[in-house]
């Protein structure tokens, strides 16, 4: 600055000098005033001694006060002065660490889940303090876990650290780099962040150890990667999501990660597509959903692909993604694929498991035994298990019983594309053999005895690729033996999808007898479906058929069947003579089975011709030789129900409530709903003959419950009338109606007009 001359002075020197001489004057001061201070203490003495003052020293009084009281000024302002500017500052205090949230953002439209939520945050409340989600690919495990650390958030407000140990993707990054990340994230100086990696981790867990931090682990490779990276303490949780089902880190709590539920799956569908795209088209929003497998990862690639799409194009979607060699194409955008999902996994297999997968995409069924996987893969049963284990840790097969397997329908979708680049047609044709073969033996042998929902949609679908690879012989065989397994089954359009390929195989073959097995296949269909004049035509061809090309047994047969389907249609004459011809066929080739099975059909005849002392003597002469036949429980039942309802048309009631009953336990012991509806049925109409109506409609409500459980349309109909014909006796007649009416709208979806006409007919009374 200047002085009032304009000359510069340097504030800051003259600060420095002017201090310099104050320490320098008041040094002297005080070395002064100590001296002189001597002199009125030993005065002081002096006169508590003698009591005066010595007269020499008595003008030098107050010229020593004053420089005492000078030297203390001095030293009072010195302190100050100390105490204002200090010589040494102190040193400042530490930072404290840092509480880092780096948490990835979480996704949109999240859905469901809300099972597996609740089970993590129990785990939490329990204790547990690393916890693993894992599932396959694309079921949502990384969303579902970002999701939950957020709401975790306020519990851990020391720091929430994140991860992508890029597992899924084979890229592993190193496990020091991972660390090294973690400290800095943590505040580490760049000096700990270098070294082992042991020795990166002692410093991870000192610097976790005794703070509440939560540790997001996403898409861990296996168990050796996530344990390096746990921190310590008993206030940190780690969430660890992977592909491996990490049975290797016993510390874990695992949450599996399966498929979304329907509901779920059209929750995600519709809130990705858009306000009303999918709520506007149900069932082709349920075929689309269904069409992905219900994994989420699809969901939303299906859905995002409907947003840039006109409102109403729901129906065009589920078409694409119905046909299979082309689904994963669909399921992607620019930098997301379903197939590359599957695929990063399927390149994490050894060459071995690589192989046992690409020949389970032959196998049309999601689920797979070991003795079919054996046979695809020309394999021991032994070394196949082993490979579906190591499937199943790699989350692209789980377990489905003591001796099967299932795979998602894209993993074997996957599985069949790789098997088209990387395998011979020769080969690939080798392969559809050996499992059409074993799929034959199986139902020759066992009946289909441990088959279930799958194969009757799988069975099917194989025969078809079997045409369609001109494998006529073996298509014709497995239809052959599945039949009468696929005959018993709720629901026969898989069964006449499978013997119109036949039809078809058969016609190019030339080879009529081919040809008349799919006709009576396609008319017993068609029966069971209701469609009773379509099965006529078939049956009939059939029997005409068969009299050129066909053994008597299988002339019986069809004609049998034929007899069974004209009495269906009231065709009562016709039917007649159906069933003396299938008769007189059976005894002079001495076929007892058979006629009792034909008796079996006589008797329900008669009995819809109201005459039941016919129908007894029939259905009593067929009972002995049915009780007798193994590996049909279904028949002697059969006979007893139907005897039980002829009885009851007699008027023996008696008689008619022991077989009815004795049939109901033997249903009820092999499991068979459809006919244990049907006798609670017959027993409810017993009672209201009996007059006892409450007992009847209870009798006819459970008939109802058991045909839902059966999945049987036309059972359901039935038993809701029977239900509302009670009810209207009792005087219920709002009750009535409502059965009526559910009545009527099944015989509509099951396109019986003339039953909805007649039920109709009641509701109008």
């Given at each position: 600055?200047?002085?009032?001359?304009?000359?510069?002075?340097?504030?800051?020197?003259?600060?420095?000098?002017?201090?310099?001489?104050?320490?320098?004057?008041?040094?002297?001061?005080?070395?002064?005033?100590?001296?002189?201070?001597?002199?009125?203490?030993?005065?002081?003495?002096?006169?508590?001694?003698?009591?005066?003052?010595?007269?020499?020293?008595?003008?030098?009084?107050?010229?020593?006060?004053?420089?005492?009281?000078?030297?203390?000024?001095?030293?009072?302002?010195?302190?100050?002065?100390?105490?204002?500017?200090?010589?040494?500052?102190?040193?400042?205090?530490?930072?404290?660490?840092?509480?880092?949230?780096?948490?990835?953002?979480?996704?949109?439209?999240?859905?469901?889940?809300?099972?597996?939520?609740?089970?993590?945050?129990?785990?939490?409340?329990?204790?547990?303090?690393?916890?693993?989600?894992?599932?396959?690919?694309?079921?949502?495990?990384?969303?579902?876990?970002?999701?939950?650390?957020?709401?975790?958030?306020?519990?851990?407000?020391?720091?929430?650290?994140?991860?992508?140990?890029?597992?899924?993707?084979?890229?592993?990054?190193?496990?020091?780099?991972?660390?090294?990340?973690?400290?800095?994230?943590?505040?580490?100086?760049?000096?700990?962040?270098s070294g082992t990696g042991a020795a990166l981790a002692a410093r991870f867990r000192g610097r976790t150890a005794g703070r509440r931090i939560l540790l997001l682990l996403d898409d861990a490779a296996?168990?050796?990667?996530?344990?390096?990276?746990?921190?310590?303490?008993?206030?940190?949780?780690?969430?660890?999501?992977?592909?491996?089902?990490?049975?290797?880190?016993?510390?874990?709590?695992?949450?599996?990660?399966?498929?979304?539920?329907?509901?779920?799956?059209?929750?995600?569908?519709?809130?990705?597509?858009?306000?009303?795209?999918?709520?506007?088209?149900?069932?082709?929003?349920?075929?689309?959903?269904?069409?992905?497998?219900?994994?989420?990862?699809?969901?939303?690639?299906?859905?995002?692909?409907?947003?840039?799409?006109?409102?109403?194009?729901?129906?065009?979607?589920?078409?694409?993604?119905?046909?299979e060699r082309d689904r994963l194409h669909h399921l992607r955008t620019e930098d997301l694929a379903v197939r590359a999902a599957f695929e990063a996994a399927y390149a994490g297999l050894g060459a071995?498991?690589?192989?046992?997968?690409?020949?389970?995409?032959?196998?049309?069924?999601?689920?797979?035994?070991?003795?079919?996987?054996?046979?695809?893969?020309?394999?021991?049963?032994?070394?196949?298990?082993?490979?579906?284990?190591?499937?199943?840790?790699?989350?692209?097969?789980?377990?489905?019983?003591?001796?099967?397997?299932?795979?998602?329908?894209?993993?074997?979708?996957?599985?069949?594309?790789?098997?088209?680049?990387?395998?011979?047609?020769?080969?690939?044709?080798?392969?559809?053999?050996?499992?059409?073969?074993?799929?034959?033996?199986?139902?020759?042998?066992?009946?289909?005895?441990?088959?279930?929902?799958?194969?009757?949609?799988?069975?099917?679908?194989?025969?078809?690729?079997?045409?369609?690879?001109?494998?006529?012989?073996?298509?014709h065989a497995l239809a052959l033996a599945a039949d009468p397994w696929l005959e018993g089954r709720p629901g026969q359009s898989p069964r006449v999808a499978m013997w119109a390929a036949v039809l078809?195989?058969?016609?190019?073959?030339?080879?009529?007898?081919?040809?008349?097995?799919?006709?009576?296949?396609?008319?017993?269909?068609?029966?069971?479906?209701?469609?009773?004049?379509?099965?006529?035509?078939?049956?009939?061809?059939?029997?005409?058929?068969?009299?050129?090309?066909?053994?008597?047994?299988?002339?019986?047969?069809?004609?049998?069947?034929?007899?069974?389907?004209?009495?269906?249609?009231?065709?009562?004459?016709?039917?007649?003579?159906?069933?003396?011809?299938?008769?007189?066929?059976?005894?002079?080739?001495?076929?007892?089975?058979?006629?009792?099975?034909?008796?079996?059909?006589?008797?329900?005849?008669?009995?819809?011709?109201?005459?039941?002392?016919?129908?007894?003597?029939?259905?009593?002469?067929?009972?002995?030789?049915?009780?007798?036949?193994?590996?049909?429980?279904?028949?002697?039942?059969?006979?007893?129900?139907?005897?039980?309802?002829?009885?009851?048309?007699?008027?023996?009631?008696?008689?008619?409530?022991?077989?009815?009953?004795?049939?109901?336990?033997?249903?009820?012991?092999?499991?068979?709903?459809?006919?244990?509806?049907?006798?609670?049925?017959?027993?409810?109409?017993?009672?209201?003959?009996?007059?006892?109506?409450?007992?009847?409609?209870?009798?006819?409500?459970?008939?109802?419950?058991?045909?839902?459980?059966?999945?049987?349309?036309?059972?359901?109909?039935?038993?809701?009338?029977?239900?509302?014909?009670?009810?209207?006796?009792?005087?219920?007649?709002?009750?009535?109606?409502?059965?009526?009416?559910?009545?009527?709208?099944?015989?509509?979806?099951?396109?019986?007009?003339?039953?909805?006409?007649?039920?109709?007919?009641?509701?109008?009374?």
């Open positions: 600055m200047t002085n009032a001359y304009g000359v510069g002075t340097d504030q800051g020197a003259g600060d420095r000098d002017g201090g310099t001489v104050l320490r320098t004057h008041s040094t002297a001061v005080l070395v002064t005033g100590s001296a002189l201070l001597s002199v009125p203490l030993a005065l002081a003495l002096h006169t508590a001694a003698c009591g005066t003052l010595p007269p020499v020293f008595a003008p030098l009084l107050w010229p020593l006060a004053a420089a005492v009281a000078a030297g203390a000024a001095c030293t009072a302002v010195r302190r100050a002065r100390t105490r204002r500017s200090p010589a040494v500052p102190p040193p400042p205090a530490p930072a404290p660490p840092p509480d880092p949230a780096e948490l990835p953002a979480a996704a949109d439209h999240f859905t469901g889940r809300a099972v597996e939520t609740d089970a993590v945050l129990r785990m939490v409340r329990a204790g547990h303090h690393v916890i693993a989600v894992t599932g396959a690919p694309g079921t949502g495990k990384s969303a579902l876990a970002v999701r939950l650390a957020h709401e975790l958030r306020p519990l851990f407000p020391e720091g929430r650290v994140y991860a992508d140990l890029g597992g899924g993707r084979g890229e592993p990054p190193a496990t020091s780099a991972v660390l090294a990340g973690f400290l800095a994230a943590l505040g580490a100086p760049a000096e700990e962040r296996d168990a050796v990667q996530a344990r390096a990276l746990l921190p310590a303490g008993e206030h940190c949780l780690t969430l660890i999501t992977s592909r491996d089902a990490l049975r290797d880190l016993p510390e874990a709590a695992s949450v599996p990660l399966g498929p979304l539920t329907e509901p779920d799956a059209l929750a995600l569908l519709a809130a990705v597509a858009g306000p009303g795209r999918a709520t506007a088209e149900p069932d082709h929003a349920r075929s689309a959903v269904h069409s992905c497998g219900r994994l989420p990862l699809a969901v939303r690639l299906a859905a995002g692909l409907q947003r840039s799409r006109p409102t109403g194009q729901i129906p065009v979607l589920a078409g694409r993604l119905a046909a071995g498991d690589r192989a046992l997968l690409r020949v389970l995409g032959v196998c049309p069924a999601a689920r797979v035994t070991v003795r079919i996987a054996a046979a695809a893969a020309a394999d021991d049963p032994a070394g196949v298990r082993s490979g579906l284990d190591r499937l199943a840790d790699a989350q692209l097969a789980r377990p489905a019983g003591p001796d099967a397997y299932e795979l998602h329908d894209l993993v074997r979708l996957l599985a069949a594309e790789r098997l088209d680049h990387e395998t011979a047609p020769a080969d690939r044709r080798a392969v559809l053999e050996r499992i059409l073969t074993a799929y034959t033996e199986d139902a020759s042998a066992h009946g289909g005895g441990a088959w279930g929902a799958p194969e009757q949609h799988a069975i099917p679908r194989l025969v078809r690729t079997a045409v369609r690879e001109g494998l006529h012989r073996h298509a078809d195989a058969a016609r190019r073959s030339g080879e009529q007898g081919w040809t008349a097995h799919a006709m009576r296949g396609l008319g017993s269909a068609y029966a069971h479906q209701g469609q009773l004049d379509r099965a006529v035509d078939h049956l009939g061809m059939a029997a005409t058929l068969q009299r050129h090309a066909g053994s008597r047994a299988e002339q019986t047969t069809t004609r049998r069947l034929l007899g069974a389907v004209l009495r269906g249609a009231g065709r009562y004459e016709e039917a007649l003579r159906e069933l003396h011809t299938a008769l007189e066929g059976c005894r002079a080739a001495n076929d007892t089975a058979g006629e009792a099975e034909v008796l079996l059909g006589l008797g329900l005849l008669h009995m819809d011709r109201r005459r039941p002392d016919e129908a007894i003597d029939c259905l009593e002469r067929a009972l002995p030789v049915l009780a007798r036949r193994t590996g049909d429980p279904a028949g002697p039942a059969d006979a007893r129900r139907h005897l039980g309802t002829a009885y009851a048309q007699a008027g023996g009631f008696v008689p008619a409530e022991r077989h009815l009953r004795s049939a109901l336990a033997l249903y009820r012991r092999d499991g068979l709903p459809a006919a244990e509806g049907w006798t609670l049925c017959e027993l409810g109409r017993l009672e209201e003959r009996r007059g006892s109506y409450g007992e009847g409609v209870e009798l006819h409500r459970a008939a109802l419950a058991a045909f839902e459980r059966a999945g049987l349309g036309a059972g359901v109909a039935a038993a809701a009338e029977a239900v509302g014909d009670n009810l209207l006796v009792q005087g219920d007649q709002l009750g009535a109606d409502e059965q009526y009416r559910r009545a009527a709208a099944v015989h509509r979806l099951l396109g019986d007009h003339v039953r909805e006409a007649e039920v109709r007919r009641k509701l109008g009374r």
